[in-house]
């Protein structure tokens, strides 16, 4: 049986992914996993808004998009970080096709809160068809988080949310957000490899888990399945799979411990 990952590329690493990065994700292909990736792409659309003079301001993590907003994160997201990555992968050798989650209707959203957020969007539903169809034939899918309403306006959706969404309709077993910090640190900042829902909520609350953490390990604690038994923080500056490891922090359910 074939076995899907999805890759969630930060912003914060899609221009700085190493060559030892893009050795894991061939073993990952070498070992029969069918790989997707969505990406952010968060510090260069901030950057464009400030050489353009837009304000910007994030809600709860979110960032508030105004429609002179979303103009600039579609042309960020589906245009310099998407085709970024295809050309990063073609070059790797990996035959790749980016696509916007608007295309093909492939993730349908709702407003998450309109009257706070403006054009941000929920996603409700995620149409599989696509990605499907370029995985079947062997390319990797690169989706740009955006998605449609069902009235087709464009909405702007957190990438970590829309990779979780990805994930689940997918039926992926793993979920690996890549990022630019090794994986999960403790209060001392060293790494942590395994953790689980309940520890999380107590990092959460000691504000040890902060900022652009938070989404990630909240769509893990919300996406864990009996599919989808493990998500993982990962760093895109190294090697992600080591001695056919996973080398990061591994977010379990609390029955999934390993005894190790
Ligand atoms: N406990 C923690 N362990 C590791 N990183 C953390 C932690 N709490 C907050 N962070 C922050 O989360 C950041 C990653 O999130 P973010 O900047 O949103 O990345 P991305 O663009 O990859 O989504 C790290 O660079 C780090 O500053
Ligand atoms: C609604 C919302 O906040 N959208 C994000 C989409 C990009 C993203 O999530 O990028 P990272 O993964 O690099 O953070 C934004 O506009 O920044």
Request: charged share 20%; with cysteine.
């Amino acid at each position: 049986m074939s076995k899907t990952v999805v890759l969630k590329c930060g912003g914060s690493t899609v221009h700085q992914l190493s060559d030892s990065f893009f050795q894991s994700l061939n073993a990952l292909i070498e070992n029969n996993w069918k790989v997707m990736i969505v990406h952010g792409g968060g510090p260069d659309i901030t950057n464009m808004l400030k050489a353009l003079n837009i304000e910007t301001e994030f809600v709860k993590g979110q960032r508030k998009t105004t429609e002179a907003v979303l103009e600039i994160a579609e042309m960020v997201l589906a245009g310099k970080i998407n085709k970024h990555l295809t050309n990063l992968l073609q070059q790797k050798g990996l035959n790749s096709i980016g696509i916007s989650g608007s295309d093909g209707e492939m993730l349908q959203a709702e407003f998450l809160d309109k009257e706070n957020l403006g054009l941000v969007g929920k996603v409700t539903s995620v149409n599989r068809s696509v990605v499907s169809l370029l995985m079947e034939n062997g390319y990797i899918p690169v989706v740009a988080p955006l998605a449609r309403t069902v009235t087709h306006d464009t909405l702007n959706v957190n990438a970590d949310l829309a990779a979780a969404a990805i994930a689940q309709a997918v039926g992926a077993q793993k979920l690996l957000f890549v990022t630019d910090v090794p994986g999960i640190l403790d209060e001392s900042k060293q790494l942590i490899k395994e953790i689980t829902p309940s520890k999380i909520q107590s990092y959460i609350e000691d504000e040890v888990i902060t900022g652009g953490m938070i989404p990630k390990v909240q769509s893990a604690m919300t996406t864990l399945s009996d599919t989808l038994k493990e998500v993982m923080i990962v760093s895109g500056q190294q090697a992600f799979i080591e001695n056919d490891d996973f080398k990061g922090t591994k977010i379990v359910r609390e029955q999934e411990v390993s005894s190790t």
